[in-house]
């Protein structure tokens, strides 16, 4: 975010996918660089159960930092200015495998679907439909294939997608004696470059935008090589959504 020249204090909504550390680690500190910043206004974070929980032991762990900023900075407390929302499976958030509503302001609406990232039992996608110019996008965070995500994304403008290269992963089990359940951990909780191409077909997105790769350095994939694997299943516009593009 840093790199990209976003401004943390701008930031007034935080939506974590599911619990796996490359996706959460840090969220924590995400709030405390915020707050100390110069934020002024309230945030709201969502995700599955238990981000009011963590949220509460993240201010818990840095109470020291922070009790020592705001006697010595004057800032307010950070417990007031950060409201955490579990978006439960089956109390209304996510019923039936779609949410109605996690969140909506004057620009932007934004629904959740469970998706199969196992051995989690919560994980979500996301959906952006802005208020303002009718356009849409659709993160899939970690899955594998879901019936759910497809309903969620139908006709976006864009999707972002996970996406894993099957040939690849057989040349890093090859090598690394073990890997070969790791590899069926993959198959279950990820989606390969065809799944993902037939994927954004049936949700008849416009835009593909291929994202958290796997495997993400070594073998290391070429943009070509994944759009050569992709494309046979998906006749829209397809990125290699490398960190810091923009679109
Ligand atoms: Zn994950
Ligand atoms: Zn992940």
Redesign the pocket.
């Known amino acids: 975010m840093k790199l990209a020249n976003l401004n943390l204090t701008s930031i007034r909504h935080i939506f974590i996918t599911?619990h796996?550390s490359?996706?959460n680690a840090d969220y924590g500190n995400l709030l405390l660089f915020m707050w100390t910043t110069g934020l002024n206004h309230q945030v709201n974070a969502y995700g599955p159960r238990p981000l009011l929980k963590m949220t509460k032991m993240f201010l818990k762990l840095s109470e020291c930092d922070i009790k020592v900023r705001i006697m010595s900075e004057g800032r307010l407390p950070l417990k007031d200015m950060i409201k955490a929302h579990d978006i439960r499976r089956n109390n209304g958030g996510c019923r039936g495998g779609i949410s109605r509503r996690i969140m909506e302001d004057e620009n932007v609406r934004v629904t959740a679907a469970l998706v199969n990232?196992p051995p989690l039992k919560t994980a979500f996608a996301y959906r952006f439909d802005s208020r303002v110019d009718n356009r849409s996008i659709v993160i899939s965070g970690?899955t594998a294939p879901s019936d759910n995500l497809i309903s969620l994304a139908q006709n976006a403008d864009v999707l972002v997608h996970e996406v894993m290269h099957l040939p690849s992963i057989d040349k890093l089990v090859s090598i690394r004696p073990g890997a070969s359940r790791i590899k069926q951990h993959l198959l279950e909780s990820h989606t390969t470059c065809e799944q993902v191409g037939r994927i954004a077909t049936l949700a008849n997105v416009k835009t593909l935008v291929l994202s958290h790769f796997i495997p993400a350095e070594y073998p290391f994939v070429t943009d070509e090589q994944w759009l050569e694997a992709v494309r046979p299943y998906f006749a829209g516009k397809i990125i290699v959504g490398r960190d810091l593009l923009e679109i």
């Open positions: 599911h796996h490359d996706h990232h970690d």
